[in-house]
């Protein structure tokens, strides 16, 4: 099967829809095995499953699936002639694996009706100084949950940073401290919508036995309830009664309580009770670690400068990394493509928009030439259009701001201009950047995208 780029990406769409819209028994029965076996202009054939659910799929989900393959492979609703098919059991590579191994699904999937994810352990973090003081107090919480020193625990941080994470692993070492206690994890977002059911159902008391009768409360993106009065006001009451009754309360949010507006005054004091911990972004070195776990028991044949080389690149976070990681696989297994450098950085560039900008001369006159549409050779040469000497300038003054070289160096990558040359163009384009907006703005945006 020859895969294109765009078809690939297609399928990694299809297979995030679906899964996210599955109930996660059936996500993880059949759905996040899924393997795309063949793909015509009418027909896509999927495999990786028995016999048994390659049936019941097309007894039940058939629409379902089909809905989805023809909304992220643009194939036309009315196109009678798209089909696709299911095989049971068929493999499209020998080295073919689920290509969402990277990707700790965010479905709780167990026999337990607590919501935890048993993938996100204490074990699976890659703890680093960035986590430090949230990782203790979790694993703190997680060991003593009945007697704990934060309560409740409030972990905040940006997203992708591993918040998610970290309130699972504390779950799931309070289960396996003590097996028989109750635990209840939900996302805001869950817990309001089954507030604002039982308010309008009539079925508020069942929602106040599942989350006030509990041992240990997890909720998740409390963010949410920014706004939502009759869910705060449900919520201070479950805190209350649970923090009372000596009852361990977690709580994860994309900022400090203080920071959500519109959060009553006295949610945000009762938050601010407890411990508050921030994970910030990693380090280079942390982001080198997760790499390194990420890709340990996958048998990922990537080699130490490609890992240092993404943790390099991808610097804003570890959900992010997760997804390059997972395409970099996909690249390997459905297309077999070797997981060279240039590889790596087409992938960087197609699903983040990242573009290993080094800080070089060189660079810097093709990023202003790319910016202000001017051509490359223009800048290096002696034209004197007043456009073309204007990049020039800016390009110059670019240099001597982000690197470290001399006036007369940086003249020499200018097609050999004189020292005095660069002198005259920083000093011109000083001014013009104090005066102009819009070119403050090209500057800033070009010094931006060159990577440290
Ligand atoms: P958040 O809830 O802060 O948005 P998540 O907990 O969902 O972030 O993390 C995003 C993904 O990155 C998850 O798959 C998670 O397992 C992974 N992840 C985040 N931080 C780490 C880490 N320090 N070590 C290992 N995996 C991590
Ligand atoms: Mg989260």
Redesign the pocket.
């Known amino acids: 099967m020859n895969l294109s780029q765009q078809e690939l990406k297609n399928w990694n769409q299809f297979l995030t829809r679906v899964n996210d819209d599955l109930d996660p028994e059936e996500s993880e029965a059949w759905g996040t095995k899924l393997k795309l076996v063949d793909i015509s202009p009418n027909q896509i054939t999927i495999g990786g499953i028995n016999h048994f659910f390659s049936n019941w799929i097309k007894e039940h989900y058939y629409s379902f699936l089909r809905n989805r393959l023809i909304d992220c492979f643009e194939k036309k609703e009315n196109e009678e002639i798209f089909r696709f098919n299911i095989h049971s059991n068929t493999e499209t590579k020998e080295n073919s694996k689920s290509v969402n191994t990277?990707?700790?699904s965010?479905k709780s999937s167990n026999k337990h009706s607590d919501g935890l994810n048993p993938?996100?352990t204490f074990d699976?973090?890659?703890?680093?100084e960035?986590?430090e003081i949230a990782?203790a107090a979790a694993e703190a919480v997680g060991e003593k949950i009945t007697d704990s020193k934060y309560n409740p625990l409030f972990?905040c941080?940006?997203?992708?940073?591993?918040?998610?994470?970290?309130?699972?692993g504390i779950g799931l070492k309070a289960r396996e401290k003590k097996a028989d206690l109750k635990i209840r994890y939900a996302s805001s977002k869950e817990f309001t919508n089954e507030v604002i059911n039982g308010i309008r159902f009539g079925g508020i008391h069942e929602v106040r036995n599942k989350y006030r009768y509990v041992d240990l409360l997890l909720i998740?993106?409390i963010h949410f309830i920014e706004k939502k009065e009759a869910t705060q006001e449900e919520f201070f009451h479950t805190f209350n009664d649970l923090i009372q009754n000596n009852k361990q309360i977690v709580i994860?949010a994309?900022r400090y309580p203080r920071e959500i507006k519109n959060l009553e005054e006295r949610l945000v004091n009762r938050f601010n009770s407890g411990m508050v911990a921030r994970?910030n972004p990693?380090n280079l070195e942390?982001r080198e670690?997760?790499i390194r776990?990420?890709v340990e028991d996958t048998g990922l044949p990537i080699d130490d400068k490609t890992i240092n080389f993404i943790a390099a690149s991808v610097k804003t976070?570890?959900?992010d990394?997760?997804g390059i990681l997972v395409n970099i696989e996909a690249n390997w297994s459905l297309l077999g493509q070797d997981i060279s450098l240039e590889t790596v950085k087409r992938i960087l560039k197609e699903v983040l928009n990242i573009e290993n900008n080094p800080k070089t001369v060189d660079n810097i006159i093709k990023l202003v030439a790319d910016k202000l549409q001017v051509k490359t050779g223009d800048i290096k040469s002696n034209k004197r259009d007043s456009e073309i000497s204007r990049a020039r300038q800016i390009a110059m003054f670019t240099a001597k701001e982000v690197t470290n070289l001399s006036y007369p160096v940086i003249g020499k990558h200018f097609g050999g201009k004189n020292h005095t040359t660069v002198i005259h163009a920083c000093k011109k384009t000083k001014e013009r950047i104090s005066e102009d907006a819009e070119l403050r703005q090209v500057v800033t945006s070009i010094i931006r995208d060159l990577s440290n």
């Open positions: 990277f990707v700790n965010s993938n996100y699976n973090f890659v703890n680093g960035n986590s990782y972990i941080g940006d997203v992708g940073l591993g918040k998610t994470h970290l309130i699972h998740d993106d994860t994309d994970i990693p942390t670690a997760i776990n990420k976070n570890v959900r990394i997760e």
